[in-house]
């Protein structure tokens, strides 16, 4: 049974940064993408980029180019976002999820990490 | 761009629920795909394809379209089906793109 496990809530002060943590498990990590997907307070789902873990190559969102980093370490089968230079407007839960390749959707998903922003 | 519509929709169970997703241009129905969120949970996917259920889902859920214009149905309502949908994109460019959400509650 495919299981992804993310990190704790965190609350940071602006111009901080987070990282968000993803344990996966049931599966071969390697043969997946994860992607990281957020949602601000009472809004919609908001897709940041996604990761292919077999060879570590990565693709954003526009918006957040140059602020956000996705990582992964087969040999713990974890996969991390850290993003730069927060501000109140990321204040979101963060989700992790596993890139179907045949579906090119998102099929499994973590709980959910609250990032905080606030001074 | 994916606009859904209705916003809001007000239902009663057994009724039967149709969602709309329009694309600002032709999209390939290969990567669209709908989600459902209750509170305080995560998505879960539904449909993918435009219209291959998800490992699970009941068959109540289906979905249509190409083009444009994209349809999730729920034939008949559960209790358990009162919830936010999703639909979403995959484009090689942009990556992944959702639509706005459509709830869907309880009359």
């Known amino acids: 049974q495919v299981h992804l496990v993310q990190s704790g809530g965190e609350v940071k002060k602006p111009g901080a940064s987070v990282k968000v943590s993803c344990k996966a498990s049931?599966?071969?990590?390697?043969?997946?993408?994860i992607a990281w997907v957020r949602q601000a307070p009472g809004q919609g789902l908001e897709w940041m980029g996604w990761?292919?873990?077999?060879?570590?190559?990565?693709d954003f969102a526009e918006n957040l180019q140059g602020r956000v980093t996705m990582t992964t370490d087969t040999s713990t089968n974890t996969a991390s976002m850290e993003l730069r230079s927060l501000t109140s407007d990321d204040t979101a839960v963060y989700y992790c999820?596993?890139?179907?390749?045949?579906?090119?959707?998102?099929?499994?998903w973590g709980q959910g990490t609250l990032v905080t922003v606030s001074s | 761009v994916l606009t859904q519509s209705p916003g809001t929709l007000s239902l009663s169970p057994g009724e039967r629920a149709t969602l709309s997703c329009r694309a600002g241009q032709t999209v390939s129905s290969s990567y669209l795909a709908w989600y459902q969120q209750k509170p305080g949970q995560a998505p879960r996917l539904l449909i993918y394809?435009?219209?291959s259920r998800a490992t699970g889902i009941p068959d109540r859920f289906s979905g249509s379209g190409s083009g444009k214009d994209f349809i999730l149905s729920i034939s008949r309502l559960e209790p358990e089906d009162f919830a936010v949908y999703y639909c979403?994109?995959?484009?090689?460019?942009?990556?992944?793109?959702f639509g706005q959400g459509t709830k869907v509650e309880l009359k």
């Open positions: 990761i292919l873990p077999y060879n570590g190559k990565t």
């Open positions: 049931g599966y071969t990590f390697s043969h997946y993408g």
């Open positions: 979403q994109h995959y484009d090689s460019s942009s990556g992944w793109t």
């Open positions: 999820a596993r890139v179907d390749p045949m579906a090119v959707a998102f099929d499994s």
């Open positions: 394809s435009a219209s």
